[in-house]
C-alpha cells in the first residue's frame, strides 16, 4: 500500500455537563449524575470519530453536516450520525482501516466502558470490533475537564483507498 492510498483525519470535540441529560460515551450510556450538553446526546466520542472519519475523505466537518441549526439533530443519537457520515465516506470511495478515540477528562471511568463503547461504535460503522479503540486520560485536575466541567475527546482516523 502506498501512501497515497491511505489518509488520516483527526477529529475533537468537547461539551460541557449539565444536569438532567444522560451522560452518553461511545454510544454506551453510562451512570452518572450529569450528562453532557450538545444539541444531538452530547456524544464527544461520536462526535470526534465522525470529524476524524470525514477530515481522513476529506470531505465537510460534523457541524456541515449535521448543523446544530437544524432541530430535525435535536436529541439525535450519535451513533446514528456517526453511520450516516461513515455513508459519506464510503461513497467518496474510502474504508476505515483503524479508528483510535480518546477521552480526556477525571470523571467518569472510562475502563469499565471500553470494550462496549468499541462495539458499539464499530457496530456503528459496520466494521470489526478490533477497527476501533477507544482509551482515556485525565488532565490531572488541570482545564475544564480536570476541573469536571465537561469532557473533551479526540479521535484519529485511517482510511484507504477502496478500489
Known amino acids: 500500500m502506498t501512501g497515497a492510498e491511505l489518509r488520516i483525519g483527526l ?5 460541557a455537563f449539565g444536569d438532567g441529560v444522560p451522560l452518553v460515551l461511545g454510544g454506551v450510556t453510562i451512570d452518572h449524575p450529569r450528562g453532557l450538553v ?21 470531505l465537510a466537518d460534523i457541524g456541515a453536516l449535521y448543523p ?3 432541530e430535525a439533530y ?18 467518496a470511495g474510502y474504508a476505515l482501516v483503524n479508528a483510535d478515540c480518546v ?8 475502563a469499565p466502558h471500553r470494550e462496549e463503547m468499541r462495539r458499539r461504535l464499530a457496530a456503528a460503522l459496520g466494521v470489526e470490533e478490533g477497527a476501533v479503540n477507544v482509551r482515556a486520560t485525565t488532565t490531572d485536575r488541570l482545564g ?20
Open 38 to 58: 450538545g444539541h444531538s446526546d452530547g456524544d464527544v466520542v461520536a462526535h470526534a470519530l465522525t470529524d476524524a472519519l470525514l477530515g481522513a475523505a476529506g
Open 74 to 91: 435535536r436529541g439525535a443519537d450519535s451513533l446514528a450520525l456517526l453511520t450516516g457520515a461513515y455513508a459519506q465516506v464510503r461513497a
Open 68 to 70: 446544530s441549526e437544524n
Open 103 to 110: 477521552v480526556i477528562g477525571q470523571d467518569p471511568r472510562v
Open 144 to 163: 475544564f475537564t480536570g476541573r469536571g466541567e465537561g469532557l473533551a475527546a479526540e479521535a484519529v482516523a485511517l482510511l484507504r483507498v477502496e478500489p
Open 11 to 15: 477529529g475533537v470535540d468537547a461539551h
